[in-house]
């Protein structure tokens, strides 16, 4: 299976070597999975014999839907008269022929309901994978959205037919392509079926300029990456036969993330088997350079022994003399945003890819496209209420600055350089002011070590030099691309958390207690998160410090630090803050508008956003919520990120981009008599699905807002009584 590779600046392409993942265990889920293929056409054809005794559900994306489909649509009587008769065998011995110690898993299917068999295996097993809905679209790749986006797209340059299958006469090939990708979070798409014409003969060879899939790489946080293409080429075919394909490579992601779950101990399994799919990679998911890149590996083996195993038995639904070649897995290994090939292009090349059965061999030359966009993510904090700081990626070499307020005669600066680091485009910034003369600007940099910035103002005005450190190494290994958390305490005192590759959630501190040097990384609790999810982390009273994340369940989680009954400082948790939830790995937002007040954002399963609250003066010290942020609009895509700001003790502001791209806004206070009001939409401006928002507040009548644009440019919302906008 593969592991942590080796982190470099060039783009890898390979082919799937199954040799080298097949273990004894993946054989046996091989097994598995073929023996439910050769199931569910069992009951496809005993469906076929009688359709009232054996039901199926009325979505035909159902593997037995499609089956049967495939069957009706033969017209040969003869065929389907045989099929039937299989079909009666079938259903009086369903489980004639499976190897006794599978047995198990197949008695509990019930072929009298029209559930599908592949949820039926499912249900009442951990983890429960309910598969996110694949696109397919005949003729032409999907595109992932109508947003600008980063995109992998496979293309076909050349074919030349070494052999046809020689099934009538020479020139007779009819050939077909598709495939489906998988994302490194175990997201599929179909790329849909291609025609590439009929008249194939021995020694014939074309150019072709055909995207045959689309891959969404703005999708996701962490690096490296891998995704994968599981492309086949048939002789005759049909919508039908690559919606066949489509439906085992998703079938076989699903067996791959259950072994996975085993195998990572529940991660990538709670994570998959989240009943609102596999969005996680939609919308900030954390694991594709921890656990889900070896989904793509696995999904390729699998799909690859299932074809071998069952296509003559199966061969029999496709009209004519339909015959589908093994499927080849190509893989792509990014190392990071923006990362290009060996000649410093966009074009990845593809070895030439070889198709030998039926007979007869076909070679494709393929190629792959990069198409990168801006993906920074600004960070803003005020540390007086005439001076703000905001900071962003330098492209991938460090760390820019630019500032605004007295000391710039009310007017942003020019960008500066702050410190030089090698960091991904997308590496978020954590500000940290632990006094109104003092920054700490922390991040991750491309080899998994963080490192900070520090910079110290006197009062006569006059600045220190920014000092830079490399924090110590955290063996567990931290994710480049995810987020570091972090907060003050106390005067000079600076702690940050992250969520390592293995799960648990670290932190390391600077300040009195460690002769102001970095120190750490001690784990935190117990606690297991997805690797790189972010921490929310607030300190709502001197010393004290309060910790945020959502759990492998969905639920959020806390952890505290404060003084025991025995007046000892310790961690205390992880514990639940109530019951809702939410994306497992996504964001959670904490903010403390006044001593002892926390107040958590965040947006659950129906894409509502939701709040919960605590203080010691209420609900006899108990948490508070989940509720729901106003009854109007306010539905954004699953996982979207809060962020949110308070002018004083008794108003809160929050904003979240929209499923239109604009930001919207919805406010609580004396205001709105402290009760939720809103949304409301700030601009016409749009921006990216999933974007963190920069929200900061310096005086009652002021916010400012800082988005990353399509355009590359930083973007404001600012408010002073009316919004205004402009690009930085």
């Not at 009706?72 to 299989?86: C, G, N, S, V, W």
């Not at 099934?167 to 090939?173: K, R």
């Not at 199966?314 to 190392?335: A, H, N, R, W």
């Not at 606690?527 to 982390?537: D, S």
């Amino acid at each position: 299976m593969p592991q942590s590779r080796e982190l470099n600046d060039l783009t890898k392409v390979s082919i799937l070597d199954t040799t080298a993942v097949e273990t004894a265990a993946l054989k046996e889920l091989a097994n598995e999975l073929i023996e439910e293929v050769r199931f569910v056409s069992g009951k496809a054809k005993a469906h076929l014999n009688d359709p009232h005794a054996f039901p199926t559900i009325a979505d035909r994306s159902a593997l037995e839907c499609i089956f049967v489909d495939l069957a009706l649509e033969t017209r040969d009587p003869a065929r389907l008269k045989r099929m039937k008769a299989e079909g009666a065998t079938f259903a009086g011995h369903p489980l004639a022929g499976i190897a006794s110690p599978r047995h198990a898993r197949f008695q509990s299917i019930n072929l009298r309901k029209a559930t599908p068999i592949h949820e039926q295996l499912a249900a009442g097993h951990e983890p429960v994978i309910i598969a996110a809905p694949m696109q397919t679209l005949s003729g032409s790749p999907p595109v992932p959205s109508d947003e600008a986006i980063s995109t992998l797209t496979w293309h076909l340059n050349r074919v030349r037919c070494e052999e046809e299958t020689g099934l009538t006469a020479a020139g007779s090939d009819q050939l077909y392509i598709g495939g489906t990708t998988i994302d490194p979070f175990g997201n599929v798409t179909s790329g849909g079926v291609h025609d590439l014409g009929g008249g194939w003969d021995s020694g014939n060879e074309l150019p072709f300029n055909t995207n045959l899939a689309i891959s969404n790489l703005s999708h996701g946080v962490g690096w490296p990456r891998t995704y994968y293409y599981v492309v086949a080429i048939s002789v005759r075919g049909s919508d039908k036969l690559y919606e066949f394909l489509d439906k085992v490579v998703e079938y076989a992601r699903d067996y791959a993330a259950n072994y996975l779950a085993t195998a990572a101990g529940g991660i990538a399994g709670a994570w998959v088997g989240l009943k609102a799919g596999a969005i996680v990679g939609s919308l900030g998911g954390p694991i594709g350079a921890a656990v889900g890149a070896a989904i793509g590996a696995l999904v390729g083996y699998l799909v690859g022994e299932v074809i071998g195993a069952v296509w003559n038995e199966i061969s029999g639904y496709f009209k004519g003399e339909t015959k589908l070649f093994p499927p080849i897995t190509i893989q792509v290994d990014l190392p990071r945003q923006g990362a290009l090939s060996s000649d410093s292009t966009d074009t990845l090349p593809f070895p030439m890819l070889t198709w030998r059965g039926h007979g007869g061999e076909y070679r494709l030359h393929f190629d792959a496209k990069l198409n990168w966009i801006p993906s920074f993510n600004p960070a803003a904090i005020v540390r007086l209420p005439d001076r703000l700081e905001l900071a962003t990626t330098d492209g991938h070499w460090g760390i820019k600055m630019k500032t605004w307020g007295k000391a710039t005669d009310w007017a942003w600066s020019e960008w500066k350089e702050i410190y030089p680091t090698v960091v991904s485009p997308d590496q978020p910034i954590c500000l940290v002011s632990s006094a109104i003369w003092s920054l700490d600007a922390i991040t991750i940099s491309r080899n998994g070590g963080a490192r900070s910035g520090h910079r110290d103002w006197k009062l006569s005005g006059e600045t220190t030099e920014w000092h830079f450190e490399n924090l110590p190494n955290l063996n567990a290994g931290l994710i480049p691309g995810s987020a570091i958390g972090g907060t003050s305490r106390g005067q000079g005192m600076v702690d940050i958390f992250a969520t390592a590759k293995d799960g648990h959630v670290y932190t390391a501190a600077r300040g009195p207690q460690t002769n102001n040097v970095w120190s750490g990384w001690w784990k935190v609790g117990e606690g297991v998160f997805l690797p790189g999810t972010p921490i929310a982390a607030i300190s709502r009273s001197e010393g004290r410090l309060d910790l945020f994340a959502i759990g492998l369940d969905g639920r959020v989680w806390s952890a505290a630090y404060g003084p025991g009954t025995d007046g000892k400082w310790d961690w205390v948790g992880w514990f639940p803050v109530l019951n809702e939830v939410f994306v497992p790995g996504t964001r959670i937002d904490a903010i403390s508008r006044k001593t002892d007040q926390i107040d958590l954002f965040a947006v659950n399963l129906s894409g509502e956003v939701r709040t919960a609250a605590w203080s010691p003066s209420a609900n006899n010290g108990k948490w508070g919520g989940w509720w729901r942020i106003t009854e109007n609009n306010g539905t954004f895509a699953l996982g979207t990120p809060i962020s949110s700001t308070s002018r004083g003790a008794d108003h809160l502001d929050i904003f979240a981009i929209g499923l239109d791209g604009r930001v919207w806004t919805a406010a609580w206070g004396s205001q709105t008599d402290y009760t939720w009001k809103g949304w409301w939409p700030i601009g016409s401006a749009r921006f990216a699905q999933g974007s963190v928002i920069a929200a900061t507040t310096r005086s009652q009548n002021h916010i400012d807002l800082f988005m990353r644009g399509f355009d590359g440019n930083i973007w404001s919302h600012a408010w002073d009584g009316d919004w205004k906008s402009f690009v930085l």
